[in-house]
């Protein structure tokens, strides 16, 4: 611990927040000697000791991942109107990891370093040219703050009641006025239990669309964990939410109409919401703060998926911290030619909100998953870029394009 003022506990590095992005990074951090030797301070407001969420995402068995994998399926059907099909997804699976079971593994891996010390407090206020995080438990300084409490750049609102909804709005102005494309990917699930056989545990649905799309793009995805237990997630990408009993209706549609239940009881829920956006977070620390996460904008514009990209450059931003001594924010940031392909993306399902649909279809239809995945990911070489790019339709793309680019 560095010298304070008697009431500012210092700290070397500060973390605002320790969900995912918190956990992860510091968990990478202590991989590396570099440090050990370094004071630790993890700040949430939450315990984690609730399932609050479930991470879905695909991986390779290569790719390290911590092993807290709940599921894991080898292929997913994928329907939609004129196109149904068994994706084979290798060399990928597509896994499951319960939100409870990763806050657990990564406390226990930080509980090994001496260094290390967590604070369940509200945070009321950052400032961060002085790295200072005002807390309901005391003040907390640090050489670096790494924020995923909040959304980027000044926005502790006035009122601190209603956090989570306060950082949408703000991102979502900022996204207006830098004429970014900004959506919403909103969902409500239900982990469902039948009283008779209902679910076949090694077909996971990845998406459904065969649902009224209302002018948005809704689809359900299943997961089945075993006969009789599978989460059934309604997810829509558009601008607003829909009202509360909206989800549940879809919900039990759903569950009538495709997957035949009638007899089924409502174990867990979850409601998320995430923005997609291509507001191009700011690509500098913010006097001391560097802001990581959601925050920070991990979350892939133009699908919502963060859990995979969090792991990923969690450990990139650390191993180089590790290596040079210093945080470099670039290690942070999407290339500038796949913030392009998602700010494409992503307006085309804002021009035309139900396209969603149409655009998966024709990617699975006439490519490889695996490519199609790799893309997402990412990790694709030109000539799969290409490939997908020729694959939906030509004409709400050609128009997205030129409107990004004029917008620039
Ligand atoms: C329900 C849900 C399901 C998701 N499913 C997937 C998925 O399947 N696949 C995928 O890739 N992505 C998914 N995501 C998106 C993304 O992976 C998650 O949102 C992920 O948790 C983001 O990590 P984060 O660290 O930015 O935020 P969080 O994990 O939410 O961490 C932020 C932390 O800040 C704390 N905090 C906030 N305000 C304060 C305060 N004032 N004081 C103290 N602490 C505070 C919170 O308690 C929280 O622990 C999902 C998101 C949600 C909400």
């Known amino acids: ?40 301070l993890l700040i949430d407001r939450d315990r984690k000791q609730q399932n609050d969420r479930t991470w879905c995402f695909w991986a390779t068995d290569d790719e390290p991942i911590p092993p807290v994998v709940h599921r894991s399926w080898n292929s997913c059907r994928f329907f939609a109107p004129g ?3 068994v994706l084979d997804i290798a060399p990928y699976r597509y896994r499951m990891v319960r939100g409870l079971d990763f806050y657990h ?21 950052i400032v961060p040219e002085r790295g200072l995080v005002r807390t309901d438990a005391g003040d907390f300084e640090g050489d670096v703050v790494l924020n995923s409490a909040f959304t980027p750049i000044r926005l502790l609102p006035e009122n601190t009641a209603g956090l989570w909804q306060s950082p949408l709005s ?16 909103h969902f409500k699930g239900w982990m469902v239990e039948t009283p008779a056989d209902a679910f076949d545990p090694d077909a996971m649905t990845f998406m459904d669309f065969r649902m009224e799309q209302q002018g948005e793009t809704r689809f359900v995805y299943v997961l089945p964990l075993s006969t009789r237990r599978a989460l059934v997630e309604f997810t829509v990408f558009s601008p607003a ?16 109409e495709q997957l035949c ?38 979350v892939k514009a133009s699908s919502g998926y963060a859990f995979k990209r969090t792991l990923r450059r969690a450990r990139a931003f650390a191993g180089a911290w590790a290596q040079t001594g210093v ?13 392009l392909l998602d700010s494409v993306l992503l307006r ?56 990004v680019l004029l917008r620039r």
Request: no cysteine; proline share 5%.
């Open 261 to 298: 239940l009638r007899h089924y009881a409502v174990v867990e829920e979850e409601f998320g919401i995430i923005p997609m956006t291509d507001y191009i977070f700011p690509k500098r620390a913010e006097g001391r703060v560097i802001h990581i996460g959601t925050a920070g904008g991990f």
């Open 170 to 185: 703000v991102l979502r102005e900022k996204a207006q006025t830098h004429r970014a494309t900004f959506l919403l990917q």
């Open 105 to 125: 593994w990564a406390g226990r891996e930080l509980e090994q370093w001496p260094n290390v010390r967590r604070l369940t407090a509200n945070i009321q206020d």
């Open 327 to 339: 945080p470099d924010v670039r290690m942070l940031h999407t290339s500038s030619l796949f913030r």
């Open 1 to 40: 611990m560095n010298n304070a003022d008697t009431k500012t506990q210092s700290f070397d590095i500060v973390f605002a927040g320790a969900g995912l992005a918190g956990l992860a990074v510091a968990v990478e951090m202590l991989r590396h000697p570099f440090f050990r030797q370094k004071s630790l």
């Open 241 to 256: 939410l829909l009202p509360a009993a909206a989800y549940e209706e879809a919900l039990r549609r759903y569950l009538q």
């Open 83 to 85: 196109f149904e099909a």
């Open 348 to 403: 085309v399902l804002h021009n035309q909100n139900d396209l969603g649909s149409v655009v998966f279809a024709s990617l699975f239809r006439k490519l490889p998953p695996a490519l199609v995945l790799r893309f997402l990911d990412e990790d694709s070489s030109w000539l799969d870029i290409v490939r997908v790019i020729n694959a939906p339709p030509s004409w709400p793309f050609s128009r997205a394009l030129a409107e």
